[in-house]
Antibody
C-alpha cells in the first residue's frame, strides 16, 4: 500500500525557515517524480514544485511564487522528500501536500499524503 | 487569478448530468494532458481523470473527461448527493515550466 506521510509543519514568523519532510512507502521511491502542492485556507490547490527521479536528472522545477526561497530535495536511501522553505511570507500559510505518480509517467497525482499545516504569522 | 479558468460553482439535481469546464491556452491544455481532481472538505485531493479522459481504477464511469483545443471538460452523470464537493483541473504549462491548476469548482446537488 502506498503511503505518504508529511511532517515538519508548524507556526513560524515571517522571514523564518521551516523544513518539511515526506516519508514514502509502498512503491519504488527512487523511480518516482515527487511533488509538493499547497492549499491556503479556503483557497484552491497550488503547485509548489517537483523533483524528478535521478534517471531523469534529479532536477527540480518550482512555481514562480516560491522560486529562490523554497528548495525541493530527496534522499532515495531514506525514501524521503523534503521541502526547505526560507524567507517565509504570510502568504505561504497553507496545508502542504506531498504527492506522486509513483513513477508512472503522466498518470497524474494518484497518491497524496494527509498534508501538514504551515502557518506564517508574527 | 488562476492560469486555468473554471467556473467557481456548478449545480444539478440528483440523477442529472453536469459538466464543469476548464479553459486554458496553447501552452498548457493546448499541448499537454489535462487532469481532474476531486476534493472533499478537509481531505487530500483525489485523482479523478488523467491523460484527458482516463479513469484510475476505482473511479466510477459516471465521471468522464474530454479535451478540445485549449479547453477541457469534466462530466458527471447520474449526479449523487456525495458528488457535492470541489473539483480542480490541472495541466503542465510549457511556458511556465510548472503545473497549473484551475481555481476550482464547487458542485452543488440541489
Amino acid at each position: 500500500e502506498v503511503q505518504l506521510v508529511e511532517s515538519g509543519g508548524g507556526l513560524v514568523k515571517p522571514g523564518g525557515s521551516l523544513r518539511l519532510s515526506c516519508e514514502a512507502s509502498g512503491f519504488t521511491f527512487s523511480n518516482a517524480w515527487m511533488t509538493w502542492v499547497r492549499q491556503a485556507p479556503g483557497k484552491g490547490l497550488e503547485w509548489v514544485g517537483h523533483i524528478k527521479r535521478k534517471t531523469n536528472g534529479g532536477t527540480t522545477d518550482d512555481a514562480a511564487p516560491v522560486k529562490g526561497r523554497f528548495t525541493i530535495s530527496r534522499d532515495d536511501s531514506k525514501n524521503t522528500l523534503y521541502l526547505q522553505m526560507n524567507s517565509l511570507k504570510t502568504e505561504d500559510t497553507a496545508v502542504y501536500y506531498c504527492t506522486t505518480d509513483v513513477g508512472i509517467e503522466e498518470a497524474g497525482y494518484g497518491y497524496w499524503g494527509q498534508g501538514t499545516l504551515v502557518t506564517v504569522s508574527s | 487569478q488562476s492560469v486555468l479558468t473554471q467556473p467557481p460553482s456548478a449545480s444539478g439535481t440528483p440523477g442529472q448530468r453536469v459538466t464543469i469546464s476548464c479553459s486554458g491556452s496553447s501552452s498548457n491544455i493546448g499541448s499537454n494532458y489535462v487532469y481532474w481532481y476531486q476534493q472533499l472538505p478537509g481531505t487530500a485531493p483525489k485523482l479523478l481523470i488523467y491523460r484527458n479522459n482516463q479513469r484510475p481504477s476505482g473511479v466510477p464511469d459516471r465521471f468522464s473527461g474530454s479535451k478540445s483545443g485549449t479547453s477541457a471538460s469534466l462530466a458527471i452523470s447520474g449526479l449523487r448527493s456525495d458528488d457535492e464537493v470541489d473539483y480542480y483541473c490541472a495541466a503542465w504549462d510549457d511556458s511556465l515550466s510548472a503545473v497549473v491548476f484551475g481555481g476550482g469548482t464547487k458542485l452543488t446537488v440541489l
